[in-house]
């Protein structure tokens, strides 16, 4: 079974637009933590916010929040007004496991494209 | 400049060959990590380290060997074992916080191409 699944292979926002990217994920461990990152066409991966599982509220980092919400087990990466070079493919990932034994596991991708 | 290097950029590799692919961190992060991204996928974890002269798989190691010899390097060695190896291939590191290793801090990338 998928640990991070994201629904929206593509979309399309009109610039200075809000976008908000969907990120579900499964784990049983009650210590965990979620990522998103955003990767260009050059490939580099770039992290962007951050959220661990106590934290009591949602993580922001200038226009990138992350909704958290943690009943229904969603991290949605919430981009507020969208410019051209958001353009790129982003990755929901989660930190699960004991401390000193972390792996991080990647979700598909959403790929999103800033309309002019 | 702290970060992350990964040479080559591109590289092509005849069928049967070994090729080993470079990654280089100045961040003085204990934790390195080799991800395999195939066209329209996510990252999928090969092998990472957490100390000197350890490393455990990931879960995609067959065909795949690293070492880690020194706390800033840490190569990856594809094998003619590994069945289908064109892929673009990331680095990245992390450190330690509050008991946890958070973000992982990644590299430019090789991408390998097998003729």
């Known amino acids: 079974a998928q640990k991070i699944t994201q629904t929206q292979p593509g979309m399309f926002v009109q610039e200075k637009e809000a976008v908000t990217l969907d990120c579900t994920y499964d784990t049983s461990d009650p210590s965990y933590g979620l990522f998103w990152y955003k990767q260009p066409s050059s490939g580099e991966m770039i992290f962007l916010i951050y959220q661990g599982s106590y934290d009591q509220q949602n993580a922001t980092e200038g226009r990138y929040s992350l909704n958290f919400q943690k009943a229904r087990k969603s991290a949605n990466l919430v981009i507020s007004a969208s410019q051209l070079g958001d353009s790129a493919m982003y990755f929901c990932?989660?930190?699960?496991?004991?401390?000193?034994?972390?792996?991080?596991?990647f979700g598909k991708g959403t790929r999103l494209h800033i309309l002019p | 400049d702290g970060g992350i290097t990964q040479s080559p950029k591109y590289l092509f590799r005849k069928e049967g060959q070994n090729v080993t692919l470079s990654c280089e961190q100045n961040l003085n992060h204990d934790a390195m990590y080799w991800y395999r991204q195939d066209p329209g996928q996510g990252l999928r974890l090969i092998y990472y380290?957490?100390?000197?002269?350890?490393?455990q798989k990931g879960d995609i190691a067959e065909g795949y060997s690293v070492s880690r010899e020194k706390k800033e390097s840490f190569p990856l060695t594809v094998t003619s074992a590994q069945k289908n190896p064109t892929a673009f291939y990331l680095c990245a590191s992390s450190t330690l916080a509050g008991g946890h290793y958070n973000e992982q801090f990644f590299g430019p990338g090789t991408r390998l191409t097998v003729l």
């Open positions: 990932a989660m930190r699960e496991g004991p401390g000193g034994n972390d792996k991080i596991i």
């Open positions: 380290s957490q100390i000197v002269n350890d490393f």
